[in-house]
């Protein structure tokens, strides 16, 4: 089998809530907030079939605990931001509220709305620039796209990056996971360290994906969003001075 199960076969429930949330306590307001966009929550979400569990990888913004501006700290703020993930049996999917767990650092415990953990390794460092959303000029990466790459034999995972205020960010960035089975251990949270994959000076790049090509190849193997090979197309929302379009203008070739 070229990839995982159940992969392109998911029914998913209506009406229901049964969503990831972080509650009003955990927004990080004015006057500490300075990134004139939002004040935290958790968006941007990439959901993949892997054996009997739907795995979402998601934006986490909020504070990991609960916000006072008295009490706030900017190092702890960063320590729970970044790209997170959490999943739900698909034996739920038509029932969902309150299903979903978040990964709490060692397995997949911490609630639907609770505390999670960030992916560690796409977090960036302080001295590389790093630090919380809500200054409004620290980088992090944010709005993953995942996929599984039959031709390497693991996951594939796009995102951007933010280095300023309102959401701005040039770059598309790529890392990778070898394992299989997400639910195994703590291999959800093995993702290489982020390598840069496109950056457009001038412009803010947004929702980066892969795609897959409309070749007799891709057709013949079935290729979606989700399941890839060895060559893909990258989608991307660019958001130029005047003008914001969905471009694709690169194919991104993968080698083993």
């Known amino acids: 089998m070229d990839e995982p199960e159940h992969l392109d076969h998911l029914r998913v429930g209506h009406g229901e809530r049964g969503g990831l949330e972080d509650l009003q306590p955990r ?7 300075r990134n004139y966009t939002f004040p935290g929550g958790v968006g941007d979400p990439s959901a993949v079939a892997c054996g009997e569990h739907l795995y979402v990888f998601y934006g986490e913004y ?8 008295g009490t706030w700290n900017g190092e702890v703020e960063a320590a729970g931001q ?21 990964w709490d650092g060692r397995a997949f415990a911490a609630p639907h709305d609770g505390v999670g953990a960030p992916i560690a390794t796409l977090q960036i460092p302080a001295q590389d620039g790093g630090g919380p959303v809500s200054a409004g000029d620290r980088s992090f990466h944010w709005g993953p796209s995942v996929s599984w790459n039959a031709h390497l034999q693991g996951w594939v995972m796009t995102f951007g990056g933010v280095d ?8 598309v960035w790529l890392s990778l996971n070898p394992h299989r089975d997400l639910g195994a251990g703590a291999n959800s949270q093995d993702w290489s360290p982020p390598q840069l994959l496109l950056r457009k000076p001038g412009h803010t790049l947004w929702y980066p994906s892969l795609q897959p090509l409309d070749g007799p190849d891709g057709v013949a193997e079935r ?12 989608w991307v929302k660019d958001l130029g001075p005047s003008v914001h379009r969905y471009l694709s203008e690169h194919i991104v070739e993968f080698h083993r």
């Open 27 to 33: 927004l990080v307001l004015a006057p500490v907030n």
């Open 62 to 69: 909020g504070y990991p605990g609960e916000y006072a501006p």
């Open 82 to 102: 970044c790209i997170s993930v959490a999943r739900i049996a698909l034996a739920d999917l038509d029932s969902p509220t309150g299903a979903a767990r978040r």
């Open 164 to 171: 300023s205020e309102f959401w701005a960010g040039d770059s």
């Open 223 to 234: 290729h979606t969003s989700v399941k890839l090979g060895r060559r893909a197309r990258l």
